[in-house]
């Protein structure tokens, strides 16, 4: 009798997720407010012109996005990152490296709830540099540094 009760219970649940998927109530709003296709660039600057609007020369430097990140790291494919904004009301953290395929690895929204800090392990196809980019209710601002890898992880 378990056995029936459990596939009944499996039943149940996925014709729920079908019709509230079906409707719309699932994660199709969430999906369609994601910029999925800043991760497709190919090149920093595109990438950079996609996510600010404004080319990478002209994006702003602050000494309050704090990336730390080791100068020379051995293996391109596990780098440490941890990148953290000082600036008021950060809403997201956009993480780049020049030399990868697609130079987007990752993208963080943020709320007012936590403290906008991120610390990730990133591939890095080779030596070159690491960007942060901080969205704020001011504008864009950025953080760089360069790395040498002694052995690749991108291909």
């Known amino acids: 009798m378990k056995r029936r009760e459990l596939l009944k ?3 149940m649940l996925s014709l729920y997720t079908f019709a509230l998927s079906g409707f719309g109530f699932y994660s199709s709003k969430i999906s369609a407010s994601w910029p999925n296709y800043i991760f497709h660039t190919d ?3 595109r990438a950079i012109k996609e996510i600010t609007g404004q080319p990478l020369h002209k994006l702003q ?3 309050r996005v704090k990336l730390k990140v080791d100068k020379i790291v051995e293996d391109g494919s596990t780098v440490p990152v941890t990148i953290t904004s000082e600036l ?3 809403k997201t953290i956009t993480v780049l490296s020049d030399k990868n395929p ?3 690895i990752a993208r963080y929204q943020m709320t007012s709830n936590i403290a906008p800090t991120i610390s990730t392990r990133i591939k ?3 030596s070159g540099s690491v960007i942060a ?3 704020t209710d001011n504008g864009y601002f950025s953080a760089s540094k360069k790395i040498k890898v002694t052995a690749g992880g991108c291909a």
């Open 43 to 45: 090149t920093i600057d």
């Open 133 to 135: 980019v901080v969205e």
């Open 9 to 11: 219970s499996g039943i």
């Open 61 to 63: 430097t602050s000494d």
């Open 88 to 90: 008021e009301a950060t």
């Open 124 to 126: 890095m196809g080779g």
């Open 102 to 104: 697609n130079p987007v």
